[in-house]
């Protein structure tokens, strides 16, 4: 593949990503709601470190581990600004 055509694939994959990520935050605004509901804090430590410890094992390439690590805690730091 040429540069422009990896490109169009980024931007594709980018585009997966972005409706991927607007389902998510719908389902955090969701959990949020449920979480004020039945007064329960938003910050679920527990479940963070269960989510990490689940990501990390399902990852079968662990040289990507430090960069979806960064990635999927700024979604749950996202996740949480968007529920409260």
């Known amino acids: ?5 990896l490109r169009k694939a980024i931007d594709a ?7 991927l990520f607007k389902k998510r935050m719908e389902l955090s605004y969701m959990v949020g709601e449920y979480k004020k509901e039945n007064n329960l ?3 679920d430590s527990t479940r963070e470190k269960e989510i990490l410890k689940s990501r ?6 662990q040289s ?3 960069y ?5 805690k700024e979604i749950m730091k996202l996740s949480k600004e968007y529920q409260k």
């Open 1 to 5: 593949m040429n540069l422009d055509e």
């Open 13 to 19: 994959v980018d585009t997966e990503m972005m409706e």
């Open 41 to 43: 804090p938003v910050l």
């Open 56 to 61: 990390k094992n399902q990852l079968d390439d």
């Open 64 to 66: 990507l581990w430090p």
């Open 68 to 72: 979806y690590e960064v990635f999927i």
